[in-house]
């Protein structure tokens, strides 16, 4: 687009034609361009980069002027002013060459963990807990308030586009990303994500200021076959062996309704499933037209942007390592035959991806037609002139630092962390006052701080205090796989035998930190108390502990007696172990 037709937009007042206007104006290439999400990053100090990065394939420019792309995923982001003048230059150059404004997209960052495929730390921002977390103090109120903290802290950076929420189920207990979801419960879930979906929307509604929302996995990436996750070649099958697929797509009806701005399908490929009578075609949820245009759209009547998850049409190759294109069920067809087979689909947009060459070749061959291109395209726009990107894209590089992690942003994200955390077991009677304490895996500086005096042995103690991580098996074959938590949830038994000689000298207070299920059987009994936490600080579980912020959170998920109690369950059912060493909601509260 020319200067002169920015202005022409920016003076509109009805979006759908301001959004004629803009169709107008565009070329082929910058269409194209439009329907392709991939991943930039930022160069030093904010400077846009002149090369591939760790992460992304191709230069700033590269994609920005030569392939007319305007949608990106930022990964690392240093500091507040630095993330906001890279913004500012990348929404410079897009001005300079097709004049679309920039819309950048984010994982979700506003706590601990760190995932290169699925999360961020949050560093400067206010840190919370997980989502799990989130869901076991079962707040919705609390749930939009986080929300409308994230929009403040992404849009003070320029980010308005959320890759979350999570809407999934976490019914299969060994699957890796149940941290993202808000637990097994369907109706509580849906109560999350709607809370979630009007916080990131603000106080007035969705428009400028607000932050567009992704809601994923469509239709719930929940039921993985034996929990492996679909990031990976042996987790590409999702199993419905109880029946159960319309309570894990009931959070989505609910989203849809609610007014999310996009929907992202999962990587798996459905196994069995029958849906109006027909098997579905046991192609990953990208490829799946019965899914996404006969269930999402016709069905569910979603008419916003469909994001397909990252890289179904080209490997990722990063360094020595691979990860292949989640083409589950048409490994066997080409790039281009892939491409076709996810637009026929119904998807506006190739994640992980910029082969936008690829697409306009198959335009020019009459394989896709231009009014194909231009029914995403209008989806496209449509949200970036809601978030008001076309009237000013650019952002206050000194409100940046002020607007993120503010003191009472930091503050409540603190408290959250204390009463998210669920006390399973109390033979101490909690809370714990000051006094000599030998710890493992908390920080002597949050123990000092909390009155407690660290000692070096268990045998100089009053107390033990010992945060544990929960377990899983290490993998790094793959790109990706090494951040991913897979595999038994059973600990080493050499932990137990350790933790019980430790339990001879002082009492033991044992916090494990779950990023799914884990069987906690062997321990229980060694511990004088026993807490589980979902993304909490040292700081935070201390002030738990010792009652300055009462813990009381309940369960999200069931945990397990054994492994063989989850090896014989179903994986779409929730809380389907037998004879549970706790049960989902359970939670002693303190006072």
């Known amino acids: ?11 509109a007042q009805d979006i759908e034609a301001r959004l004629d206007d803009v169709m107008g104006r565009l070329s082929l290439a910058e269409k194209v361009g439009l329907m392709f999400h991939t991943v930039i990053e930022m160069g030093p100090d904010g ?18 002027v030569d392939k007319c792309m305007s949608h990106f995923n930022i990964h690392q982001i240093p500091d507040a002013r630095s993330g906001a003048r890279w913004y500012n230059a990348l929404q410079r150059m897009a001005r300079e060459s097709h004049g679309i404004p920039v819309t950048i997209s984010t994982d979700p960052r506003h706590a601990h963990v760190q995932n290169a495929g699925t999360s961020w730390s949050a560093g400067f921002l206010s840190v919370w807990p997980e989502p799990l977390g989130l869901a076991a103090l079962r707040d919705a109120d609390l749930v939009r308030r986080f929300a409308d903290v994230v929009r403040r802290e992404y849009r003070a950076l320029g980010i308005t586009m959320a890759l979350h929420p999570t809407a999934d189920l976490a019914t299969e207990p060994r699957w890796g990303r149940q941290r993202e979801t808000f637990g097994q419960d369907a109706e509580l879930v849906a109560d999350m994500v709607v809370a979630y979906l009007e916080g990131l929307a603000g106080p007035d509604g969705f428009g400028p200021g607000s932050v567009a929302a992704v809601t994923k996995h469509f239709p719930g990436a929940g039921p993985q076959r034996d929990g492996e996750d679909a990031h990976f070649p042996y987790g590409k099958d999702q199993v419905y062996p109880g029946g159960r697929f319309e309570e894990h797509l009931a959070p989505f009806r609910r989203a849809v309704a609610a007014g999310t701005s996009a929907i992202m399908p999962y990587y798996g490929r459905p196994l069995g499933l029958v849906l109006d009578g027909q098997e579905v075609e046991a192609v990953g949820f990208g490829y799946n ?17 469909i994001l397909s998850d990252w ?9 020595d390592q691979v990860l292949p294109a989640r083409a589950w069920g048409v490994e066997h067809l080409d790039p281009r035959e892939r491409m076709l087979k996810i637009l026929d689909a119904g998807a506006d947009q190739f994640g992980g991806e910029e082969c936008t060459d690829l697409l ?7 394989k896709v037609t231009e009014q194909r291109i231009d029914e995403s395209a209008r989806r496209l726009l449509r949200v970036k002139l809601e978030l008001g990107l076309f009237d000013d894209p650019f952002v206050d590089e000194d409100a940046a630092e002020e607007q993120t992690g503010r ?14 955390v669920v006390l399973l077991r109390d033979e101490l009677g909690l809370p714990l006052a000051g006094q000599r304490v030998y710890a493992e895996g908390v920080s002597p500086d949050a123990l000092r701080a909390a009155g407690f005096q660290p000692v070096e042995a268990p045998e100089q103690a009053d107390l033990a205090l010992v945060r544990i991580d929960a377990p899983f098996d290490p993998r790094d074959d793959l790109f990706l796989e090494r951040w991913f938590r897979q595999g038994a949830l059973d600990f080493q038994p ?4 350790r933790l019980a000689r430790l ?50 959170g309940r369960l999200p998920f069931q945990l397990p007696r054994s492994m063989e109690a989850v090896r014989a369950s179903r994986e779409d059912v929730p809380g389907d172990t037998a004879d549970p060493l706790f049960e989902y909601g359970f939670g002693l509260q303190q006072s």
């Open 494 to 497: 050499g932990l137990a035998i």
């Open 289 to 305: 037209k019965q899914v996404l245009t006969r269930l999402l759209r016709e069905e569910l009547g979603f008419d916003g942007v």
């Open 360 to 366: 306009l070749d198959l335009v020019r061959e009459g």
């Open 311 to 319: 890289e179904l049409v080209n490997d990722n190759h990063v360094g």
């Open 503 to 552: 339990a001879e000298h002082c009492p033991l207070v044992l916090d494990v930190s779950l990023d799914r299920p884990a069987i906690l059987t062997p321990l229980v009994e060694t511990t004088s108390a026993l807490t589980v936490s979902f993304g909490v600080s040292d700081t935070a579980w201390l002030d738990a502990v010792t009652g300055r912020v009462p813990a009381c």
């Open 1 to 11: 687009m020319s200067q002169d037709s920015r202005a022409t937009v920016a003076g």
């Open 407 to 420: 003191a009472e942003d930091v503050a409540l994200g603190l408290e959250t962390q204390s009463r998210s």
């Open 47 to 64: 400077a846009l980069l002149d090369g591939p990065g760790a992460i992304s394939k191709s230069a700033t420019r590269h994609v920005v």
